[in-house]
């Protein structure tokens, strides 16, 4: 089994900088992809970004040249540092993983979710 742990959430004023840890444990061998996925009050969840093990990146426009998403597969960990900050990023954000075990295919995880709030 994989679980995900979030944390580096918190309250930060509009163009301030946050570093969102996701650390992974469990059947950490079996994960592929791992990315942050956001959702703001009243609104849909939204992918932010995600990267391979292998290290290739993807982001949402919203997001490209503020937020950068890394990853330690020796610690089994994804971060997403986020820079210049806006209101509109105040949201909780969840980390996601996927991966492939023999048995049962390819499943998904969930973190449990930290919120980051950007005042203006």
């Known amino acids: 089994q994989v679980q995900l742990v979030e944390s580096g959430g918190g309250l930060v004023q509009a163009g301030g900088s946050l570093r969102l840890s996701c650390a992974a444990s469990?059947?950490?061998?079996?994960?592929?992809?791992m990315g942050w996925y956001r959702q703001a009050p009243g609104k849909q969840r939204d992918l932010v970004a995600t990267?391979?093990?292998?290290?290739?990146?993807n982001y949402v426009d919203a997001v490209k040249g503020r937020f950068t998403i890394s990853r330690d597969n020796a610690k089994s960990t994804v971060y997403l540092q986020m820079n210049s900050l806006k209101p509109e990023d105040t949201a909780v954000y969840y980390c996601?993983?996927?991966?492939?075990?023999?048995?049962?295919?390819?499943?998904?995880?969930w973190g449990q979710g930290t919120l980051v709030t950007v005042s203006s």
């Open positions: 996601h993983a996927n991966s492939l075990h023999g048995s049962v295919g390819e499943l998904e995880h």
């Open positions: 469990g059947s950490i061998f079996s994960i592929n992809r």
């Open positions: 990267i391979e093990r292998g290290g290739s990146v």
